[in-house]
């Protein structure tokens, strides 16, 4: 018996195992297997050598260089919740859409309140415990409307996770500067590399933060770099611009007016028709105050209107865009632009001193109303002026609805934003009083939550009108959510009376009235749960 000494006889060939598998491929009909055998039994042979190669390259795999235990996450400040909060919490992020088998019943949504929920935890400067931060990251995941506050509130240990786990890879995108922390603002050294050698996420970031804190010395960072910025890269920056405007950034965006690219043209003409004192704001109101006038030849002033019949080089260079879309004609394209960005304040000597809301009840002539309101809308918005939103939008109660200039729910909305608080909430009382619910959920959604007393009152009481009048439920399952989410729940004892399901008539859609109790009993309850969630979180 001879004793093999050597392993030379068993030491694979290179490339064993690539010629097992072309063989494998192709038959071995067509290829003979390794060793030499053939015929019937090659398939054998060949199943042999694959078991032998197999049990080798397990048995030879060498061990990986141990990978670097990863650096533990940052601490969280923040105090920790309170029992009852956490609690509370942990069922909110149990609500997945679909576990209840529907949304219909007296049941609240518990995942529409997580918002809300996480809104007051974050003003109450409160840490996420730990153990639920996967199941808050999973539920930020699926929802792109819930990130800002759930990444807010899950606080850094968020980024330390979603290093490690690709599905919460959204959280460093979400984050400035993908996760990164920032230098701080007196460190300029930091910040000028930064800016020089960062990402652009970071970057953007970096000057959004310096923006908001010290606007001079962002718009001088940017300046550095301007000339090599990529088109895009400046239209994103000078957007930034926004936060902290004032006339000290006028030079700079004058000379972006002459930017190669249209886009940051027209951002750069944009910001400037904000500022109601620069250069570009005086241009565009004698342009505009050249095509209006008050023509008091008849029995009523009436406002005339010529609009320009050219749009030359110096209009095209403040942002005026030539080219009027499809199905607009050119010349009320250009008076748009140009007496949207004209100060509002031209018109008051331009119209015999009038008031905003004498200006706006003026009749115009020749059909130019539509265009000259809508252009005075737009210029409300931009330069963020109340007493011509409030003329434009004009009494809550008119017949008309749409206020004797905005004629749009959208127009509206916008207007609606430029007033503070409680004038926005009552204007929109006064509007669901005088024409209901049909229409108001868009400018709902501008009110600040919760809503008013006032408001409230106005949105139960035109559900209840709804009710009564045996209206078709489902159309109000939009209101009734809002309500849901932004009636102050101290209105919840006033909903008492609502509960019962009315008597159907034989104009009442059917099943409505079990619709409706089981809306209004949904609608306590959840006011009810809200009541308690903030006082579980000190609020």
Not at 365 to 388: F, I, M
Not at 431 to 454: K, R, Y
Not at 468 to 494: I, K, N
């Amino acid at each position: 018996m001879t004793t093999r000494t050597s392993t030379a006889v068993d030491t694979p060939a290179p490339g064993a195992w690539e010629e097992l598998v072309t063989v494998a491929l192709l038959g071995t009909e067509r290829r003979t297997p390794p060793g030499g055998t053939s015929g019937r039994e090659a398939p054998v042979a060949l199943l042999d050598a694959a078991a032998v190669q197999t049990l080798r390259r397990r048995a030879g795999l060498l061990p990986a260089r141990a990978a670097a235990r990863p650096e533990p996450a940052a601490e969280d400040p923040r105090p920790p919740l309170p029992a009852a909060a956490a609690r509370r919490l942990a069922l909110l992020l149990a609500d997945r859409p679909g576990t209840g088998g529907g949304r219909r019943g007296t049941a609240p949504d518990l995942m529409e309140l997580l918002p809300q929920w996480l809104a007051t935890a974050n003003a109450r400067g409160f840490a996420a415990p730990p153990q639920m931060l996967p199941a808050l990251l999973d539920a930020a995941r699926g929802r792109t409307d819930l990130r800002p506050a759930a990444l807010a509130f899950a606080g850094p240990r968020a980024m330390w996770l979603a290093r490690l786990n690709p599905d919460w890879r959204f959280a460093l995108r979400a984050a400035p500067g993908g996760g990164a922390a920032l230098p701080r603002l007196e460190d300029e050294e930091r910040t000028r590399r930064l800016w020089q050698e960062g990402l652009f996420a970071e970057r953007v970031a970096l000057l959004s933060a310096l923006r908001a804190r010290e606007p001079a010395t962002a718009r001088e960072l940017l300046a550095t770099t301007w000339p090599t910025e990529r088109a895009e890269d400046r239209l994103m920056f000078l957007d930034s611009l926004r936060t902290g405007l004032g006339p000290q950034d006028e030079p700079f965006l004058e000379q972006a007016l002459a930017d190669r690219s249209r886009s940051v043209r027209a951002t750069a003409a944009e910001l400037l028709s904000a500022l109601p004192g620069s250069a570009l704001a005086a241009r565009m109101a004698v342009r505009a105050g050249a095509c209006v006038a008050v023509d008091r030849t008849g029995d009523t002033p009436t406002i005339a209107v010529e609009a320009p019949h050219e749009c030359d080089a110096g209009m095209e260079r403040d942002g005026v865009v030539a080219k009027a879309p499809a199905g607009r004609g050119e010349r009320s394209w250009w008076f748009g632009q140009l007496v949207e960005a004209a100060p509002l304040a031209t018109w008051s000597g331009r119209l015999g001193g009038r008031t905003p809301a004498h200006m706006v009840a003026l009749p115009v002539a020749d059909d130019w109303q539509g265009e000259l309101h809508a252009a005075w809308c737009r210029a409300a918005v931009r330069q963020r002026d109340p007493e011509w939103a409030q003329a434009l939008l004009g009494v809550p109660s008119a017949p008309e609805a749409g206020g004797p200039g905005a004629v749009s729910l959208a127009e509206r909305a916008k207007l609606l934003g430029t007033l503070n608080a409680a004038e926005r909430a009552d204007w929109v009382a006064g509007f669901i009083a005088a024409h209901g619910l049909s229409e108001a959920f868009q400018l709902l959604g501008v009110c600040a939550v919760p809503w008013s007393a006032p408001l409230g009152r106005a949105v139960v009481d035109a559900l209840n009108i709804a009710r009564d009048a045996g209206s078709y439920p489902w159309s109000f399952s939009g209101v009734m959510g809002l309500a849901e989410r932004c009636l102050d729940p101290s209105e919840a004892g006033r909903l008492d009376g609502l509960l019962a399901a009315p008597a159907e008539t034989e104009d009442s859609s059917p099943g409505a009235g079990g619709y409706w109790a089981e809306a209004f009993q949904r609608l306590g309850t959840t006011l009810r749960l809200r009541a308690a969630m903030a006082k579980e979180l000190g609020a």
